[in-house]
Structures are given as structure tokens and as C-alpha cells.
């Protein structure tokens, strides 16, 4: 019975976005963090190459969100507003890493090695998946930046071309086109690595 309540009173992201709006309704707010953490925690991960830098942008995403919290526009779809913010977090953080000239390549996926290797692989195919899984991550981090985070938004969180386009604020045929260069710049660096084994 309690889970048939909680259905039917469960708020959708922009009722629960509206109530944090209008009422600072924390309770509201902490629906959205618990829905959105874990998406916004793997696009900033992926975006950045760096789990700390990931994890502490993810916290500031809902940071700012709370904080502009007016500036939402109650007839927008919520989740594009909150792609939008993490989005430019990660993109300021790749801005101060450049002016500092550091390398962000730690291993920022450890959870998705795991994922990608079977239980009843051996020894040997499962260290095989983990260095393939690493170049895939180092190639990544080598994208510019408009053609990762098409690729991140698309492949890795699951948004279509259409709310990739939103998110953005481009054309969907601009989305499909970055797309397309991004497989292809990920393909080259992907043989130049397997070239240097």
C-alpha cells in the first residue's frame, strides 16, 4: 500500500523543480538529487577523466541549481536545464585544467571496467577488457570537446539526438553531424593506440 502511495504522489522533475522554485521545498529538491545524481556524477566523470573532479562538479551541479533556482523556466523540460548546468561546470573545469596545463587521466571509471568484464571471463580476457575499456576513456578525454560531449550525452547517458540538441541549443542535424566526426576521431585515435602496442 505504502509503495502504491508513493507512485501516486511521486512529483515529476519539473513539479518537484517548481516546488524547490516556489518553496525552497527541500524535500522536492532532494527527489531531484536522488533521481539525477548518479547521470550527472557519470557525464561529469567522463567529461573531466577525473572521479574526484566528477564527483565534486556533481555536488556544485545541484549547488547551482538550488541557487538559480528562479531562473528555471517552469515550461522547460527539467532534466535539459540540468544537463545544461553540469555541462558548463565540466567545460569550466576543462578551461582551468588547460590555463594550468594539467593532465586529468587518472582512472575515472573504475565502476565501468567492472561492468564491462563477465564474471566467467578468465584472467586474461578480463585484463584485456580493462586495458580496452582505458584506451576507450584516454581516446575519449582526447576529443575536443564539442564531439565528447555529443558522444558522452548520446552513448554513455542514453539521450537522443533530439534532447541532445536541446541540451545544446543547436540543430539536431548539427548534433547528428558531431556526432559522425566524433565516431570517426574516435576511431583514428582508438587504431593509433593499437598501433603503438
Not at 41 to 54: I, Q, S, Y
Not at 142 to 161: A, I, Q
Request: hydrophobic letters at 40%; charged letters at 30%.
Amino acid at each position: 500500500m505504502a509503495t502504491i502511495l508513493n507512485t501516486l504522489f511521486t512529483l515529476s522533475d519539473e513539479q518537484a523543480m517548481w516546488r524547490v522554485q516556489q518553496h525552497a521545498d527541500e524535500d522536492a529538491f532532494a527527489q531531484l538529487v536522488r533521481r539525477w545524481e548518479q547521470p550527472i556524477r557519470n557525464l561529469c566523470v567522463r567529461m573531466t577523466g577525473d572521479l574526484h573532479k566528477g564527483q565534486d562538479l556533481t555536488q556544485e551541479a545541484f549547488v547551482r541549481v538550488f541557487e538559480k533556482r528562479q531562473l528555471y523556466q517552469p515550461d522547460a523540460k527539467f532534466s535539459t536545464w540540468l544537463w545544461r548546468i553540469a555541462l558548463n561546470l565540466c567545460y569550466d573545469e576543462q578551461r582551468r585544467i588547460k590555463r594550468r596545463s594539467e593532465t586529468a587521466m587518472e582512472n575515472a571509471e573504475g565502476e565501468t571496467v567492472i561492468e564491462l568484464v563477465a564474471d566467467d571471463d578468465s584472467p586474461v580476457e578480463q585484463a584485456e577488457a580493462g586495458e580496452r575499456a582505458a584506451m576507450v576513456r584516454q581516446a575519449l578525454l582526447k576529443l575536443p570537446e564539442t564531439y565528447r560531449t555529443v558522444l558522452v550525452l548520446r552513448h554513455y547517458e542514453g539521450l537522443k539526438f533530439r534532447e541532445i540538441a536541446d541540451v545544446l541549443d543547436i540543430p539536431e542535424g548539427t548534433v547528428k553531424s558531431r556526432m559522425v566526426e566524433a565516431l570517426g576521431q574516435m576511431e583514428r585515435l582508438l587504431q593509433n593506440d593499437v598501433s603503438k602496442i
